[in-house]
């Protein structure tokens, strides 16, 4: 297994800032995920960001947009640029630990945001 | 792309044995299917993995036909505590990770 942690738990951001979501793992891990989690809605994989790779985004996100920081094996960053109300979200970041073909996810608590 | 549905909401009583499937026709040959749990503002929790056939751990037991096209979320004697989200997703190192809709369970005294 693996324990998540995410910083901030939560924000309110005025439109047009940014914000950098902080995800640290207590092990080393290959492979990291970026959701979003709309109110009421099920989760949405943003990007999947491997160490020593630049990002790999889903239909719908760019990188101008969510840019993706992994530094090492243990850390990464999401960053919501330009924000605007319907940024307002639950972002949430997991891992794959596992080295094998069946790869459980773990989550993070999730960073609650709000644009004004 | 394999795409996974659900129930969108099921009702149950305490004590009660709780039963949820997920369909997933197209599944891939090298798809998992893993079962999370999701409180309130908490992350998804893994609860259980198949490939086929039955896999039963401390909490739930998760049952794959042999067609795969579709498998069960057994959770025996539900309790006020199992209310939750559940999300039924497929994940292989080949494949896009989707998760469906979920099914919100709601348990009653």
């Known amino acids: 297994s693996a324990v998540i942690s995410q910083k901030p738990s939560r924000d309110i951001c005025q439109r047009g800032t940014s914000l950098t979501i902080q995800c640290q793992v207590d092990s080393q891990v290959t492979m990291m995920f970026w959701y979003r989690q709309q109110p009421g809605q099920s989760l949405t994989l943003i990007a999947t960001a491997n160490q020593g790779s630049e990002a790999t985004y889903e239909s719908g996100f760019v990188i101008d947009k969510f840019p993706i920081s992994r530094p090492n094996l243990t850390f990464s960053t999401l960053t919501v640029s330009n924000m605007s109300p319907e940024d307002s979200s639950i972002y949430l970041c997991?891992?794959?630990?596992?080295?094998?073909?069946?790869?459980?996810?773990?989550f993070g608590p999730g960073t609650r945001l709000l644009v004004l | 792309l394999a795409k996974t549905t659900q129930p969108i909401s099921m009702d149950s009583y305490e004590g009660q044995e709780v039963n949820i499937t997920c369909s997933h026709n197209n599944i891939a040959t090298n798809d998992y299917i893993t079962w999370y749990q999701q409180f309130p503002s908490q992350g998804p929790r893994f609860i259980i993995q198949g490939y086929k056939t039955k896999v039963t751990n401390e909490v739930a037991s998760l049952f794959i036909p042999a067609d795969r096209k579709s498998s069960t979320l057994s959770l025996p004697r539900v309790s006020l505590s199992d209310t939750a989200v559940y999300y039924c997703?497929?994940?292989?190192?080949?494949?896009?990770?989707?998760f469906g809709s979920g099914t919100r369970l709601s348990i009653r005294p």
């Open positions: 997703l497929l994940y292989s190192s080949a494949s896009k990770i989707i």
């Open positions: 997991s891992v794959t630990p596992g080295q094998g073909v069946e790869k459980t996810q773990y």
